[in-house]
C-alpha cells in the first residue's frame, strides 16, 4: 500500500500539518502548476463528498430521535411537567385559602420616587453637570429609565465624589434601577449606601435605602436604617414617617 | 429539570460525552444523542438571531454537531472551553454560512468541515475549489464503487475504528480494512 508523494503531500497540507513557509509554497505553487491544482481539487472533492454522505447520515440520525422525541411528548404531556402543575394547584389554593382567613397584610416598604427637589430641584452645581443632570430628570420622568440611567453614571464618573449632585445622582441611579420591570435591589442597595447621611438629600437616600432592604427581606438592617432617621433630629418630615414604620415594623 | 439550566453544565459531563463520542458505538451513539437533545434550544436562538427557517436553523444544529463529533475524535478540541460553548460558536458560523448560501447562491461545504487543521488564511484560499456540481458528482461516484467500498470510506470520516469497521464489514482484521480503504480510494479517484 503505497501512496504517491503528491498524495502525501496535499493530505499533509489539508491535515494543517505543514510549517507556516511550506504551507505558504504549496498554495504559491497550487497557483502556477494547474496539475498540482487539479490533484488539490480532487482530494478536497473527495473529502467533501465524504463530508455531506456522513452528515446526511448524521442528519437522519437526528431526525429520527426527534420524532422519538415528538412522540414522546404526544403521549405524556403532562409526566413531564405535573410536579409544577401540582404545585401550582396548591400554591393557588393556599393562597385562596389565606385570603378567607387573614386580612391582607399592610405593605411595609415600598420603594419611594425620589422627591421633586431631588429629581428636578435648584442645581448647585456647574453648568454643564447642571443641564446633564436636567436631561437625566426629563428620561426618568419619561420613564426611558435605561438612558436615565446613563446619564446619572456619565455625572457620577465626572462630579466630584463627594459633591452634592453625585449624591443626587447615586439616589437616581437606585431609582433607575428599582422602577417598574427593572427591579435590581441589590445595585439599588449599593448605589444608596454610598450616600453620606450628613448631604442634603442624606436622609431621603437612608429612607429609600430602609425601602430596599425591606424589600429584599432584610427587615434588621432596614429597621437599623429607620432608627437612624427617627432618632436624628434634623430628619424632617422624614422623622415621623420612620418612627410610624419602626412602631409597625416592631408589632 | 437540568436541561434548563444546560449553561452551568459541569465540564464532568464533558468528560463523559467526549469520553461517550471516542467510545464504541454503543457509547458513541448515547453520547452524540445526550449532546444533539441537550442543546437542542440553539435552533430557536438560530431563529431568533438570523431569522432562518425551522429546517435551516436545524440543518446548521446538525451541521455544528457534526463538526464538534468530529474535532472531539480526531483530537482536535482542547478543554479550554465548554462543548456547550464550542457547539454554540460552531453553530452561530454555521447559521452565518446558511445566510451566505442564501445570498451568494453558492451552495458549496465548509472548508472548515473537510479541513479543520488548516489556518483561516489558506481556508479562505481554497474556498472557491469546491463546486456544488462537482461535488454532487463525486457523490454519484461513490456509489458507483461498490457498497463495501463506499462504506469503508465514509465509515471512517464517521469516526469508526478500522476494527469496528472489520466487525460490521465482515473483514478479517483492522489491517485488511486499511488496506481496502487504500484501493477504494484509489478506485474513486481513478473514476473522477
Not at chain 2, 453558492?106 to 456540481?133: M, N, Y
Not at chain 2, 461513490?142 to 464489514?169: F, N
Request: hydrophobic share 40%; net charge negative.
Amino acid at each position: 500500500m503505497h501512496s504517491e508523494p503528491e498524495d502525501i503531500l496535499i493530505e499533509t497540507y489539508l491535515d494543517g500539518q505543514l510549517s507556516d513557509e511550506e504551507r505558504a509554497s504549496f498554495e504559491k505553487e497550487v497557483t502556477e502548476n494547474p496539475a498540482l491544482q487539479a490533484a488539490l481539487n480532487k482530494h478536497l472533492l473527495l473529502r467533501g463528498a465524504l463530508w455531506e454522505t456522513a452528515q446526511e447520515r448524521l442528519s437522519a440520525k437526528f431526525r429520527e430521535w426527534d420524532a422519538e422525541e415528538g412522540s414522546e411528548e404526544k403521549v405524556v404531556p403532562f409526566r413531564r411537567y405535573w410536579t409544577l402543575a401540582v404545585a401550582a394547584v396548591v400554591l393557588v389554593l393556599v393562597v385562596i385559602g389565606l385570603n378567607q382567613w387573614l386580612k391582607p397584610a399592610p405593605v411595609l416598604f415600598a420603594y419611594a420616587t425620589p422627591s421633586e427637589t431631588l429629581r428636578r430641584g435648584p442645581n448647585e452645581v456647574a453648568d454643564s453637570l447642571a443641564a446633564v443632570f436636567e436631561a437625566g430628570a426629563e428620561r426618568f420622568e419619561a420613564k426611558d429609565y435605561a438612558n436615565a440611567q446613563k446619564i446619572y453614571v456619565d455625572i457620577l464618573t465626572n462630579a466630584s465624589p463627594e459633591s452634592e449632585v453625585a449624591n443626587r445622582a447615586l439616589v437616581m441611579l437606585a431609582a433607575c434601577e428599582t422602577q417598574e420591570g427593572r427591579v435590581n435591589v441589590g445595585e439599588g442597595i449599593l448605589s444608596l449606601s454610598r450616600v453620606p447621611f450628613s448631604s442634603s438629600y442624606g436622609v431621603e437616600a437612608k429612607w429609600n435605602l430602609a425601602m430596599l432592604y425591606g424589600l429584599n427581606g432584610e427587615v434588621e438592617k432596614a429597621k437599623q436604617e429607620l432608627e437612624i432617621i427617627a432618632a436624628y433630629p434634623n430628619s424632617g418630615k422624614w422623622k415621623q414617617k420612620a418612627q410610624d414604620l419602626l412602631d409597625q415594623v416592631n408589632q | 429539570m437540568a436541561q434548563f439550566f444546560n449553561f452551568r453544565r459541569n465540564p464532568y459531563e464533558d468528560d463523559d460525552i467526549i469520553q461517550g463520542i471516542r467510545g464504541n458505538m454503543a457509547q458513541q451513539n448515547r453520547a452524540i444523542k445526550t449532546l444533539f437533545k441537550s442543546h437542542k434550544g440553539y435552533i430557536h436562538k438560530g431563529r431568533k438571531k438570523y431569522g432562518l427557517s425551522e429546517e435551516d436553523a436545524r440543518f446548521a444544529y446538525d451541521l455544528a454537531l457534526g463538526q464538534l463529533m468530529k474535532e472531539i475524535l480526531d483530537d482536535r478540541f482542547r478543554r479550554d472551553s465548554l462543548l456547550s460553548t464550542m457547539l454554540m460558536t460552531i453553530f452561530l458560523r454555521r447559521c452565518i454560512d446558511i445566510l451566505d448560501k442564501k445570498r451568494t447562491n453558492l451552495d458549496t461545504v465548509p472548508i472548515e468541515a473537510i479541513a479543520p487543521g488548516l489556518p483561516q488564511t489558506s481556508q479562505h484560499f481554497l474556498k472557491d475549489f469546491i463546486t456544488r456540481d462537482k461535488l454532487d458528482h463525486v457523490k454519484k461516484l461513490l456509489e458507483k464503487i461498490g457498497e463495501k467500498c463506499k462504506e469503508i470510506l465514509v465509515m471512517k470520516w464517521e469516526g469508526y475504528s478500522d476494527i469496528e469497521i472489520a466487525e460490521l464489514l465482515g473483514y478479517s482484521g483492522p489491517s485488511v480494512v486499511n488496506s481496502r480503504r487504500y484501493t477504494c480510494r484509489k478506485k474513486l479517484k481513478d473514476l473522477m
